[in-house]
C-alpha cells in the first residue's frame, strides 16, 4: 500500500539544468560587456571546468573563475555577474509540465510528500519557495540534514522515518539511477525514474516504473500499485 511518494527536487520537480544553463549564460554576457576579455565559449567552459571540480552548486564560482582569469577579483565584472545570473535565475527556474496537478493529485489521494535532495539546505528552500511549492510537502530533507549523500541510506531511512511509513509504503521519484534508484531500492522503496529529466542519455534506470511525464506516477499509484492513506 503506497503510502507516501519521495521526490528528488532538481531535474524531477524543478527543471535544474535549464535554469543553470540560462543563469550562466546571462552572467558571462555581462562579464563580457562589464569589460572580461575573454569569449562567450571559453568563460563558459572555464566555468563549466569549476563546477566539475566543486560540484554544480558552488555558490562562489565567480570569485574562481575571476581569480583564476585575472589574478584578482575585479567587482565591477563579479557584480555584473551575479546580477545578471539571479535574474536569469529567477527567469528560468520553472516546474516540469504537470508538477502541480500531480502533487495536488496526490494529496487528494491521501498520500504523504517529501523531497529528498542533495542540495544544499538553502538552495533547496530557495527554489520550492519560489516555486510556491514550499507548503504542499510534508518533509523535505536536504545534504545538510543527514551530512551524506545519496546513494547513501541514511537520508533514505531518516525520510521513511519523518514520513512514518515503512519502505513498501513509499516511492522514490528521481532522474538519477546511480543515486535516487540504487540507495531507495537498498532500503527496499520502489523506484520511478524521471525520464524527462535525465541528462545522462540513461538507458537502464534499474527503476520499477519509468516515466515520461510526472503525471504517470498517478496511474502507478492508482493502477499498478494498491495505495493507502495517511490514516492507514
Not at 545578471?84 to 527567469?91: D, F, P, V
Not at 549523500?149 to 539511477?177: N, T, Y
Request: aromatic share 8%; glycine share 6%.
Amino acid at each position: 500500500m503506497i503510502k507516501a511518494v519521495i521526490f528528488d527536487l532538481d531535474n524531477t520537480l524543478v527543471d535544474f539544468m535549464r535554469m543553470k544553463e540560462a543563469a550562466i549564460d546571462a552572467a558571462v554576457d555581462a562579464m563580457v560587456d562589464a569589460g572580461l576579455r575573454m569569449s562567450k565559449q571559453e568563460a563558459k567552459e572555464e566555468i563549466y571546468k569549476i563546477y566539475e571540480e566543486e560540484g554544480i552548486e558552488y555558490q562562489r564560482v565567480f570569485d574562481r573563475f575571476l581569480n583564476e582569469q585575472l589574478g584578482d577579483i575585479n567587482y565591477k565584472i563579479h557584480a555584473a555577474a551575479i546580477v545578471a545570473y539571479r535574474k536569469a535565475r529567477e527567469a528560468a527556474l520553472v516546474l516540469y509540465p504537470h508538477v502541480n496537478m500531480t502533487l495536488t493529485g496526490l494529496v487528494k489521494r491521501g498520500i504523504k510528500l517529501a523531497v529528498l535532495s542533495d542540495a544544499p539546505r538553502l538552495q533547496a528552500w530557495l527554489r520550492l519557495c519560489s516555486l510556491q511549492l514550499h507548503h504542499i510537502f510534508d518533509f523535505v530533507l536536504t545534504f545538510e540534514d543527514t551530512g551524506v549523500h545519496k546513494p547513501s541510506e541514511i537520508p533514505f531511512r531518516k525520510v521513511l522515518s519523518l514520513l512514518k511509513v515503512a519502505p513498501l509504503e513509499a516511492l522514490m521519484v528521481g532522474d538519477w539511477p546511480e543515486r535516487d534508484m540504487v540507495g531507495a531500492k537498498n532500503v527496499g522503496i520502489k523506484t520511478v525514474f524521471a525520464r524527462y529529466g535525465d541528462t545522462f542519455g540513461t538507458r537502464q534506470s534499474g527503476a520499477d516504473f519509468e516515466i515520461d511525464d510526472i503525471s504517470e506516477i498517478l496511474e502507478i499509484i492508482d493502477n499498478k500499485l494498491p495505495r493507502g492513506t495517511k490514516d492507514g
